[in-house]
T-cell receptor, first 116, second 116 residues
Framework: GAVVSQHPSWVICKSGTSVKIECRSLDFQATTMFWYRQFPKQSLMLMATSNEGSKATYEQGVEKDKFLINHASLTLSTLTVTSAHPEDSSFYIC????????????FGPGTRLTVT | GNSVTQMEGPVTLSEEAFLTINCTYTATGYPSLFWYVQYPGEGLQLLLKATKADDKGSNKGFEATYRKETTSFHLEKGSVQVSDSAVYFCALSAQNSGGSNYKLTFGKGTLLTVNP
């Protein structure tokens, strides 16, 4: 149980275009989902926290107009990188928290974004 | 604020060697502590956890004990295998100031390479 999927697993896009990444909880209801960014050989940086049906809460320094997050249902959150630039290239990881188990987060496999 | 400090890597061991990865934390309140493992190109997997002082988390031969007096949660394994090669992250989960969300705070990660 507690499986989180991400789609796509990798994506290459051209500079100036937008790309959407999906995060789904497959066998539980996730009232809260988290989006992280990981640079090579570095730790995870929390970008934002999204609660189902409400606006995401962004961490300091993260541009909310560039990284659009939508948590429209209890099993799906999306991250859209708008007007992507090469510096947005990174590994994006989502996690989801079961509404009944507040302390744990279940992580997706990650999405490798490359902007050319 | 909350923070996690873990030993810098990389760590290189021979198969069957003893492993210790140190982790100390700073937190307000009573955090839960976690070790996550990340294999190359993948997302994070929960390795073990402890939710209160003196708890010992264990899984796949790995162990860590929640030491409140030393604010530590060191990861140990008696005999490592080549398949244990991965990046290991120590993390804590604590309520944020608003009390409505539990956020994970990660250490920087330690790369472990086990040679046959």
């Amino acid at each position: 149980g507690a499986v989180v999927s991400q789609h796509p697993s990798w994506v290459i896009c051209k500079s100036g275009t937008s790309v959407k990444i999906e995060c789904r909880s497959l066998d539980f209801q996730a009232t809260t989902m988290f989006w992280y960014r990981q640079f090579p050989k570095q730790s995870l940086m929390l970008m934002a926290t999204s609660n189902e049906g409400s606006k995401a809460t962004y961490e300091q320094g993260v541009e909310k107009d560039k990284f659009l997050i939508n948590h429209a249902s209890l099993t799906l959150s999306t991250l859209t990188v708008t007007s992507a630039h090469p510096e947005d290239s990174s590994f994006y990881i989502c996690s989801a928290r079961d509404r009944n188990i507040l302390l744990e987060q279940y992580f997706g496999p990650g999405t490798r974004l490359t902007v050319t | 604020g909350n923070s996690v400090t873990q030993m810098e890597g990389p760590v290189t061991l021979s198969e069957e060697a003893f492993l210790t990865i140190n982790c100390t934390y700073t937190a307000t309140g009573y955090p839960s502590l976690f070790w996550y493992v990340q294999y190359p190109g993948e997302g994070l997997q929960l390795l073990l956890k402890a939710t209160k002082a003196d708890d010992k988390g264990s899984n796949k031969g790995f162990e860590a004990t929640y030491r409140k007096e030393t604010t530590s949660f060191h990861l140990e394994k008696g005999s490592v295998q080549v398949s244990d090669s991965a990046v290991y992250f120590c993390a804590l989960s604590a309520q944020n100031s608003g009390g409505s969300n539990y956020k994970l705070t990660f250490g920087k990660g330690t790369l472990l390479t086990v040679n046959p």
